[in-house]
């Protein structure tokens, strides 16, 4: 089994920045490329940034250029550098397993706000 811990959210003006972290622990070899997430209120869960299985990193159209994800593999983490925010980025977002999804973590709130 596989556990995510999403954390680093909080609320942050336009044109702000924050770094959310995703902790994944248990059976996380089995893992071949992370992913983040988001959920606005009313919206489907939609993705954001992944990686594929060989390293690289795939980004939304609404995001590239703004996000950067990148992990540690030595602690098991996985970051999302977010720049440049914009209102629209308000959700919560995820981590979780993209090829294989696993059980949701709690997510951290984003809130992009004056």
């Known amino acids: 089994q596989v556990q995510f811990v999403e954390s680093g959210g909080g609320l942050v003006q336009p044109g702000g920045s924050l770094r959310l972290s995703c902790a994944a622990s248990?059976?996380?070899?089995?893992?071949?490329?992370m992913a983040w997430y988001r959920q606005a209120p009313g919206k489907q869960r939609d993705l954001v940034a992944r990686?594929?299985?060989?390293?690289?990193?795939i980004y939304a159209a609404s995001v590239k250029g703004r996000f950067t994800i990148s992990r540690d593999n030595a602690q098991n983490t996985v970051y999302l550098q977010m720049n440049s925010l914009k209102p629209e980025d308000t959700a919560v977002y995820y981590c979780?397993?993209?090829?294989?999804?696993?059980?949701w973590g709690q997510g951290t709130q984003v809130t992009v706000s004056s």
């Open positions: 248990g059976s996380i070899f089995s893992i071949y490329a």
């Open positions: 990686f594929t299985s060989s390293g690289l990193t």
């Open positions: 979780n397993d993209y090829f294989n999804e696993r059980e």
